[in-house]
């Protein structure tokens, strides 16, 4: 009786934090700067961390895309934006996907982006109802064929799928979304606190949320950005 009490006390526990992250959703006010002190300390005027959990065969990160890269083009260097690949595991091919990336980013990191972009264009090719009669290599090899067309190599990009430490870091991503309770995508932090961002928001509600947070931010570089518009 007693390991039953303790199992269904320890059950509701995870149940009342996991539905408590969507009531605080929106509710938690965003720092100005990513919270906490750092050693050695931070720049007085560090951009604004914009964190987007994507998942390169979803279809709601496809939508939400060209806004994100708007925001990101328009704020330059007040914001820094991550992409964390989450892999939703009911796209059959989600975990191919995502791991494309984290080959792209260990042959040149300047890749991830483009490659990014290019199986969004592509993305209805390996949804799932597309590929039911396709078998796991040929898919693979399509993702091969798409890296190419950015120019990495075809050999090295196809080892990459046969490597553990693609698909270890692929696992990993996925279990980082996982730890920040995320659940759908595109689910996205404004310096690590999750808002109601998804991809129905405007540039102008992005700028809404944004503009308190980046005014102060010292525009001294510029940079361009290797997001598209499509």
């Known amino acids: 009786m007693e390991t039953s009490f303790v199992s269904r006390g320890f059950v509701s526990f995870c149940v009342i934090v996991f ?24 720049p007085n005027h560090e951009p ?19 806004t994100i890269a708007k925001v990101v083009a328009a704020y330059g260097p007040r914001l820094s934006f991550v992409v964390h ?8 091919n989600a975990f191919f ?32 109802d597309a590929t039911n009669e396709e ?13 190419v067309e ?10 990459g799928y046969t490597q553990s430490n693609t698909d270890q870091a692929t696992r990993i991503s996925f279990k980082y979304g996982c730890a920040r309770y995320v659940t759908s995508t595109p689910s996205f932090l404004v310096n690590g606190v999750p808002v109601t ?16 947070l980046t005014y102060s931010v010292s525009v001294e570089t510029t940079s361009e950005s290797h997001l598209s518009l499509f």
């Not at 709601?60 to 895309?65: I, R, S």
């Not at 961002?197 to 308190?212: C, G, N, R, V």
């Open 19 to 42: 539905l408590s992250h969507f009531f605080l959703v929106g509710a938690i006010p965003i720092p100005a700067t990513y919270d906490g002190f750092t050693n050695p300390p931070r």
């Open 48 to 66: 604004v961390l914009l964190e987007g959990f994507i998942d390169p065969l979803c279809i709601d990160c496809k939508t939400a895309w060209p």
């Open 85 to 92: 690949p989450f892999p939703v595991p009911f796209h059959h």
């Open 97 to 128: 996907a995502a791991r494309a990336l984290h080959i792209a980013a260990s042959l040149n990191s300047s890749s991830v982006f483009p490659l990014l972009e290019l199986i969004f264009k592509n993305q209805a090719s390996f949804l799932n």
């Open 135 to 147: 078998s796991p290599a040929s898919v693979v090899s399509r993702f091969v064929d798409l890296a």
């Open 150 to 159: 950015i120019g990495l190599p075809s050999d090295k990009f196809a080892r």
């Open 197 to 212: 961002a998804d991809e129905t928001w405007t540039f102008e509600e992005w700028e809404e949320l944004l503009d308190p």
